[in-house]
């Protein structure tokens, strides 16, 4: 198994990376030759020179060390090293279809901590097949079937929405973007609903301000979702933010 890779770059640790982001880094010259660097189950960071190949360069004194992992770091603290992919600092880890469902399950509620592209797209793949095995079932068995459809959609509604959290927390974003929308919800949906009540109990079609309100909220919902969406589909910060 490839190790990750920890960097200091202007003082602070970067990472965690493969090797072969750390090969390209330094073709790339941001990391050299006594880039200090570290890696699980070492003591101490140590130049690059000594696990990575360098063109012949002068010495040069060892920089100060930068903070980040201590001497005998725990495993949990690296992405990656942690099944369940929640409350790791660093970059989220990528996950495959399988691992992504069993990790959403995992933190069936979790809400701290970060969750990769992968990790979030792969789950909500998941959902939309479950959705498609419940209405088959909805239409062969009919009222049972419903039933099943109903349970699975709750039995996945609180991981969809702890996993969309820590998504947008991998990208340096409060989950509150989701929170805040779904409490906003409830007192334009009363606003709307006392409009409409109020226009019904009149023996009228809704007025002129209550149409305006409707399409008002119609298009803020467009806005919202279309942010929501960019923010999802966005690479995670790299290296550790404040979730994690």
């Not at 062969?140 to 998504?167: E, H, N």
Request: net charge positive; aromatic share 12%; glycine share 14%.
């Amino acid at each position: 198994m490839a190790k990750a890779w920890h960097y200091a770059w202007a003082g602070k640790s970067e990472g965690p990376v493969e090797d072969l982001a750390i090969r390209d880094l330094i073709r790339a010259g941001r990391i050299k030759a006594d880039t200090l660097v570290w890696a699980e189950g070492m003591a101490d960071w140590e130049r690059a020179d000594r696990h990575f190949a360098f063109a012949p360069q002068p010495l040069a004194a060892m920089p100060p060390l930068p903070p980040g992992p201590p001497a005998m770091p725990s495993t949990a603290r690296f992405a990656g090293a942690s099944s369940r992919g929640a409350g790791v600092s660093g970059a989220a880890p990528a996950r495959s279809f399988g691992e992504a469902v069993k990790v959403c399950f995992q933190n069936y509620a979790t809400f701290r901590g970060r969750a990769s592209r992968s990790e979030y797209w792969w789950f909500f793949l998941f959902c939309i097949l479950l959705g498609f095995v419940g209405g088959f079932l909805e239409a062969a068995m009919g009222r049972d079937g419903a039933v099943l459809s109903g349970l699975a959609s709750l039995a996945t509604f609180l991981p969809s929405l702890s996993v969309t959290v820590r998504r947008l927390h991998d990208t340096g974003r409060s989950g509150w973007w989701i929170g805040g929308f779904y409490l906003a919800l409830l007192p334009v949906g009363l606003g709307i609903g006392l409009l409409a009540a109020a226009a019904e109990a009149a023996g009228g079609a809704p007025d002129a301000t209550a149409l305006g309100l409707l399409g008002l909220v119609s298009l803020l919902i467009l806005g919202y979702g279309i942010a929501i969406f960019v923010f999802l589909c966005s690479r995670g910060t790299p290296g550790p933010n404040r979730f994690g």
